[in-house]
C-alpha cells in the first residue's frame, strides 16, 4: 500500500472549515484514498473515500488533485465533536488482502 | 453507531490467562477484521474472516487466534496474557470481498479494553 503523510496536529475554529492535507505521491492507479477518524479511543470512523474525482458526502468533502498524489479532506463547518485524530489511507480495492493500514494521523483540535 | 458489535467493552485479567473476544459485525458483512491498538505501535491488523475462512494474517502473536462461526460473529481468543498484550482490540466488519474488485469499506466496533495485570 502507498504511503501517506499527514501533518501531526491541526487547530481550527469552531464554525470555520478544516482542512487536512495528505501526501500519497507514490500512489498507484488502482489504489483509494480513505478516510477515517478516531475520537478519543472510540473505534475508527468511516468518513469518506475517493478514486481521482472530488467526492463529498453528508460529513466531508475529499479534494484529490488532478494526479492523485495528495489530497485534502474538508470539514466545511467544525465543531467541537470533530476533535479526534483524523487517518489517511491508501490502498487498492482489488486483491486478496483488505487491510487497512493506519498512519499516525492528524491529530485535530477544534477550539472555541 | 457502525452496526458491529464488541462484547466486553472492559476486561481486567492477569498475566498468564487467557481471554476471549467477540465481535458480532454487520448485519450481512461477511468480513470480518481484527486490529490491536496500543500506545507504542498505534492500529494495527492482526488478521481477517471472510464467510468462516481465514482470508489474510497480519502480525498476529501465535499466542492470539481468532475463527468466524457460522453466523457470521467472530472471536478473538488471547491466551498466555502479558502485560504488553494490554490494548485497545477492534473488529471491523465489511459487507464486499476484495476479489469482487470493488472498494470496499470497514466500519469498527467500539473495541475492547484489555487491561493485563
Known amino acids: 500500500d502507498a504511503k501517506t503523510t499527514q501533518p501531526p496536529s491541526m487547530d481550527c475554529a469552531e464554525g470555520r ?7 500519497h505521491s507514490t500512489i498507484s492507479g488502482n489504489e483509494y484514498v480513505y478516510w477515517y477518524r478516531q475520537i478519543h479511543s472510540q473505534g475508527p470512523q468511516y468518513i469518506i ?18 494526479d492523485r498524489k495528495s489530497s485534502t479532506l474538508i470539514l466545511p463547518h467544525a465543531t467541537l465533536r470533530d476533535t479526534a485524530v483524523y487517518y489517511c489511507i491508501v490502498r ?6 483488505s487491510k487497512l493500514t493506519f498512519g499516525t494521523g492528524t491529530r485535530l483540535q477544534v477550539t472555541l | 453507531d457502525s452496526g458491529v458489535t464488541q462484547t466486553p ?5 492477569a498475566t498468564g490467562q487467557r481471554v476471549t473476544l467477540r465481535c458480532s459485525p454487520r448485519s450481512g458483512d461477511l468480513s470480518v477484521y481484527w486490529y490491536q ?3 507504542d505501535q498505534g492500529l494495527q491488523f492482526l488478521i481477517q474472516y471472510y464467510n468462516g475462512e481465514e482470508r489474510a ?3 498476529i502473536l501465535e499466542r492470539f487466534s481468532a ?3 457460522p453466523d457470521l460473529h467472530s472471536e478473538l481468543n488471547l491466551s498466555s496474557l502479558e502485560l504488553g498484550d494490554s490494548a485497545l482490540y477492534f473488529c471491523a466488519s465489511s459487507s464486499t470481498p476484495a476479489r469482487y474488485g470493488q472498494p470496499e469499506t470497514q466500519y469498527f466496533g467500539p473495541g475492547t479494553r484489555l487491561l493485563v495485570l
Open chain 2, 67 to 69: 475463527q468466524q462461526f
Open chain 1, 17 to 23: 472549515a478544516a482542512n487536512l492535507p495528505c501526501n
Open chain 1, 92 to 97: 487498492p480495492f482489488s486483491g486478496t488482502a
Open chain 1, 49 to 66: 473515500h475517493g478514486l481521482k474525482n472530488n467526492e463529498t458526502n453528508e460529513m466531508a468533502s475529499l479534494i484529490i488533485t488532478e
Open chain 2, 37 to 39: 491498538q496500543s500506545l
Open chain 2, 9 to 13: 467493552k472492559h476486561l481486567i485479567t
Open chain 2, 57 to 59: 494474517k497480519g502480525n
